[in-house]
T-cell receptor, first 115, second 113 residues
Framework: DQQVKQNSPSLSVQEGRISILNCDYTNSMFDYFLWYKKYPAEGPTFLIS?????DKNEDGRFTVFLNKSAKHLSLHIVPSQPGDSAVYFCAASAEKETSGSRLTFGEGTQLTVNP | DTAVSQTPKYLVTQMGNDKSIKCEQNLGHDTMYWYKQDSKKFLKIMFS???????INETVPNRFSPKSPDKAHLNLHINSLELGDSAVYFC????????????FGPGTRLTVT
């Protein structure tokens, strides 16, 4: 029972264009959502997050959109750079459960940005 | 000055053996975690400790026993290793007040033969 799903295992974009990574969730108790980025042979690193009370959060080139009615979130990277090539994990948490420390991860999307 | 470190990075062992993976963080965090990334690449939480107290214990075989001697360390001991235990194990840490921003170690690739 995978509660967080990333249906695209891979995405390839051209440098300078927009990358859009998608994530769907099924648990309506989730109220906080995050994106992590992972390079090979390293652990995931926190990228950006959004609370369920918001529908958009922006940090530099990265923007996360949340559509609660569709139980869908997306990460936009504009402009994409070759250094953004990595696996991106979507994660979700229900704050009322263990104060939010239990993260449920999706299976990841491999982003490749071509020069 | 690695923030979250794990040892060893690679571990190859035979079925039935007992092994340990060590984790240390120098970020001053009070919460630490163990995750397992299986062959399908899902990252699943196994355990979480806050100030040396167990707060998350997912459905994990009791062959897995975490130990937190202090806030900066969370070790994972695995008894009677099985083939299905082969995976990458990640340690992570966070501040209790900011649980979502978890800092991960580089992972330990465990191979059971």
């Amino acid at each position: 029972d995978q509660q967080v799903k990333q249906n695209s295992p891979s995405l390839s974009v051209q440098e300078g264009r927009i990358s859009i990574l998608n994530c769907d969730y099924t648990n309506s108790m989730f109220d906080y959502f995050l994106w992590y980025k992972k390079y090979p042979a390293e652990g995931p690193t926190f990228l950006i997050s959004i609370s369920s009370i918001k529908d958009k959060n922006e940090d530099g080139r990265f923007t996360v959109f949340l559509n609660k009615s569709a139980k869908h979130l997306s990460l936009h990277i504009v402009p994409s750079q070759p250094g953004d090539s990595a696996v991106y994990f979507c994660a979700a948490s229900a704050e009322k459960e263990t104060s939010g420390s239990r993260l449920t991860f999706g299976e990841g999307t491999q982003l490749t940005v071509n020069p | 000055d690695t923030a979250v470190s794990q040892t060893p990075k690679y571990l190859v062992t035979q079925m039935g053996n007992d092994k340990s993976i060590k984790c240390e963080q120098n970020l001053g965090h009070d919460t630490m975690y163990w995750y397992k990334q299986d062959s399908k690449k899902f990252l699943k939480i196994m355990f979480s400790y806050n100030n040396k107290e167990l707060i998350i214990n997912e459905t994990v075989p009791n062959r897995f026993s975490p130990k937190s001697p202090d806030k900066a360390h969370l070790n994972l001991h695995i008894n009677s290793l099985e083939l299905g235990d082969s995976a990458v194990y990640f340690c992570a840490s966070s501040q209790w007040t900011r649980p979502y921003e978890q800092y991960f170690g580089p992972g330990t690739r465990l191979t059971v033969t």
